[in-house]
């Protein structure tokens, strides 16, 4: 079993930029990838970012050149570094662990709004 834990949401004008940080404890050595996602009212979570075991990462066009998902393996945590932030990009983001396949232990969720 793997524990997530977000942080790092809040409030930023457009342009700005915030960092989220998602710390997993328990069988950490289980996990394949961790994901980066969002959902906005009324719509569907939606993988943003992800970064694979081997360091390997990907991400949706929307966020490209602006979002960057990052590690240290030694504090258990990865990082979604967020820049050049837009309204759109308002959400809760949520960081979930991947054992094999499927997304399967997610985090609590941050809330991320952009407005002026």
């Known amino acids: 079993q793997v524990q997530l834990v977000e942080s790092g949401g809040g409030l930023v004008r457009p342009g700005g930029s915030l960092r989220l940080s998602c710390a997993a404890s328990?069988?950490?050595?289980?996990?394949?990838?961790i994901g980066w996602f969002r959902q906005a009212p009324g719509r569907q979570r939606d993988l943003v970012a992800a970064?694979?075991?081997?360091?390997?990462?990907t991400y949706v066009d929307s966020v490209k050149g602006r979002f960057t998902v990052s590690r240290d393996n030694a504090k258990s945590t990865v990082y979604l570094q967020m820049n050049n932030l837009k309204p759109e990009d308002t959400s809760v983001y949520y960081c979930?662990?991947?054992?094999?396949?499927?997304?399967?232990?997610w985090g609590q969720g941050t809330q991320v709004t952009v407005s002026s």
């Open positions: 979930a662990a991947a054992s094999g396949d499927d997304f399967n232990s």
């Open positions: 970064i694979d075991s081997g360091g390997s990462t």
């Open positions: 328990g069988s950490i050595n289980s996990i394949s990838a």
